[in-house]
């Protein structure tokens, strides 16, 4: 197939290029880089089945495809944060781009959703059937209310026209290939450590997320695409949940560095608890994490040491 993945030069959208050049497809990358990076992809550069093409998904564009992946959107606070009303727009725009685009070439297209449509929950683990609990009007709800519009998009598309749609609710993850400054906990916590500074907690540390390691992600998108007719959400997350606290001293340990542990206070609306009922994937895709924390996060430190 020729397939489509808009946010392509991201930390997502570069792992996803890989595994489809390596099931022989072939791969149009559409990036900004308004967080993406050439250096993400650069070794995909002249490889024969890959193009890429330098372009915002708020805009219209026209191109020839079988398959669509729409990554395309800051993805971590500090970054979606930046700029809301562009991450806003990134959000319904590029969605309904992308959906315009699987109309014209009748292609599958496939929304990059996200956890945090369950905003801060008030059950745990989160089910796809959960409606969630979001803050519409707070500093997190330009990504959080923006994928869940999307979302809304994708299935009106669905219900109308009989676009083919998938709907993956990603949750935490992490791998090679994380902007440095992004602000995420993992890249934080690991740079923070190597660098010998103080590990930064938020509130108490009890807060729980669930990490994934990005191989296990990226072949659960891939399983999702590629099976038929699953056009509800699927939750795609690792299901055992770790608290911050926790998570900063595994690195410490990891890392074998001397930083000290210290809190600040909470962002605003940051959830409490994140964890993933994946029974679903389970059962339709036969998906669930291979890889665990402690392989995943050294995999991560080494490439970090890599990069700094």
């Not at 890429?52 to 564009?61: G, I, M, N, W």
């Not at 938020?202 to 007719?229: A, K, M, P």
């Amino acid at each position: 197939m020729r397939i489509l993945v808009t946010g392509g030069a991201g930390f997502l959208g570069s792992h996803l290029s890989r595994k489809l050049l390596s099931l022989s497809h072939e791969v149009v990358s559409l990036d900004n880089f308004y967080t993406g990076k050439k250096t993400n992809i650069e070794d995909l550069m002249d490889h024969s089945n890959f193009k890429f093409v330098e372009h915002d998904v708020t805009l219209p564009y026209n191109i020839d495809c079988e398959g669509i992946f729409n990554l395309a959107c800051p993805a971590s606070p500090v970054q979606y944060q930046r700029n809301p009303v562009f991450t806003l727009q990134t959000n319904f725009l590029g969605a309904f781009h992308a959906l315009e685009l699987a109309e014209k070439n009748q292609a599958r297209v496939l929304q990059a959703s996200t956890s945090e449509v369950y905003g801060d929950p008030e059950i745990n683990p989160q089910s796809e059937t959960y409606w969630g609990n979001v803050n519409p009007l707070g500093i997190r709800s330009c990504y959080d209310e923006g994928k869940r519009v999307a979302e809304s998009l994708f299935a009106d598309y669905n219900r109308k026209y009989g676009t083919d749609i998938r709907l993956p609710r990603i949750f935490n993850t992490y791998g090679p290939y994380m902007d440095k400054n992004d602000g995420r906990v993992v890249s934080n916590f690991i740079i923070q450590a190597l660098r010998g500074e103080d590990l930064t907690v938020y509130g108490d540390g009890n807060q729980t997320r669930s990490f994934c390691y990005v191989d296990d992600l990226i072949e659960g998108l891939t399983r999702l695409f590629f099976s038929e007719n699953i056009v509800t959400p699927i939750n795609l997350g690792n299901p055992t949940p770790t608290s911050m606290l926790k998570l900063a001293q595994e690195i410490i340990t990891l890392t074998n560095s001397k930083s000290e542990i210290v809190y600040e206070a909470m962002p605003l609306d940051d959830p409490k608890l994140r964890e993933p009922d994946i029974r679903k994937a389970q059962t339709l895709l036969n998906w669930e994490p291979q890889i665990d924390r402690k392989t995943g996060l050294t995999r991560t430190v080494e490439y970090f040491q890599r990069v700094l």
